[in-house]
């Protein structure tokens, strides 16, 4: 038996595997609608998806089939990102779901949150925070503006590369967003200091742009470099090795308990001496574990803030229950942004 005999026979072997599973799902998913039971929750989704083996390879794999079969046998749910295809926000997207099937690419952070609004998407993801960078300020407006949920969060290890056309010492420019452009200025500066930086809307647009233009290296991940054809001419050139986005899933659904969880809330205090820190006695008098705090402007008012904090619980815990009825009773606003489960930790992707 040749080589391609033997891939055909592994091949064929995997095709009826994952087709038995997407007749289990299918089955199930029949089984639970004639008992009235909903099937199509993204805690049940995940819940589903196989926990897979600990190395990188074997987890991916077994997620992304995880994620076919259950869009293919149970619901196709459409999943809206900021693209386009090959950004951060891709990758963080397929991360999650396991499978790319249903995928929406849209234009902005805000778009995303629109795209569930108006019933075109079941869910978005969105970034909320880079480890460099800090705060991403379109996604905190935007939850200021909507009523929209968290429902689970991802972690993606950012990884910049230099991808081009031609070699090192031909590149005259180097395209990427801000922010990419931004996290390797170390290394651009020490390796390439005569090249003239240009800031485009997204990473995958940079690569593009690279691939159809000479002497243009892009700043972005390997998977956008594949997807254009373009060499690796250095990896992970990124100032910060442990450089990390966090994403959050929006939508509008409510997630049950899973034991290892965390709750997020948006408020504004009076302005007034004492207020941030009464709040935050209140927390800890309720034995609330903060694990993220952030202030933002409150639009048109000088020098009165919104509050984005995350905390360990779930919103059906009586602690934190009542911490948020002692908190209503003095703010001004309060929002519950959602309790979702904690998510794993970081781990280095293999298209990086």
Known sequence: MDLIEKLHEIDTKILELAKERCNLLAQSSQEAQKEGRGFGSLREMQSLQAVGPEDEFGSRLLRFVSGLTYQTAVVRQTIA???????????????????????????????????????????????????TDGRIVDTLNMFIKTPLRICGEVLLPIHH???????????????SKPQALSQCRAWLGSHL?????????????????????????AV?????????????????????PNNV???????????????DDKTSIMFQVPHKPGALAD????????????????????????????????LEGH??????????????????????LGSYPKAREACQMLMG
């Open 220 to 240: 972005a991940s390997r998977e956008a470099g594949i997807a254009n054809g373009l060499d690796l001419i250095a990896a992970s050139i990124e100032d910060n």
């Open 315 to 336: 919103e059906y815990q009586s602690n934190v229950q009542a911490a948020l009825q002692s908190l209503s009773r003095t703010a001004l606003r309060l929002g519950l």
């Open 193 to 217: 200091p005569e090249a003239r930086w240009v800031e485009v809307a997204s990473t995958a647009t940079a690569a593009k742009i690279a691939a159809e233009t000479p002497n243009v290296a």
């Open 279 to 310: 709040v935050m006695v209140l927390l800890r008098d309720n034995g609330l574990n903060l694990t993220w705090i952030e202030s933002f402007p409150v639009p048109g008012v000088t020098s009165e803030y919104y509050f984005f904090v995350e």
């Open 161 to 175: 590369n230099l991808l081009a056309k031609c070699k090192r010492e031909e590149i005259r420019e180097i395209y």
């Open 245 to 259: 986005t966090r994403f959050v899933i929006i939508g509008n659904e409510r997630v049950p308990q899973t034991g």
């Open 81 to 131: 990102f900021l693209g386009p295809e090959f950004s951060y926000s891709y990758s963080a997207t397929a991360k999650y779901f396991g499978a790319i099937d249903g995928l929406q690419a849209v234009s902005s952070i805000g778009a995303v949150f629109e795209e569930i609004e108006r019933g075109h998407a079941k869910y978005g993801v969105v970034p909320i925070e880079n480890s």
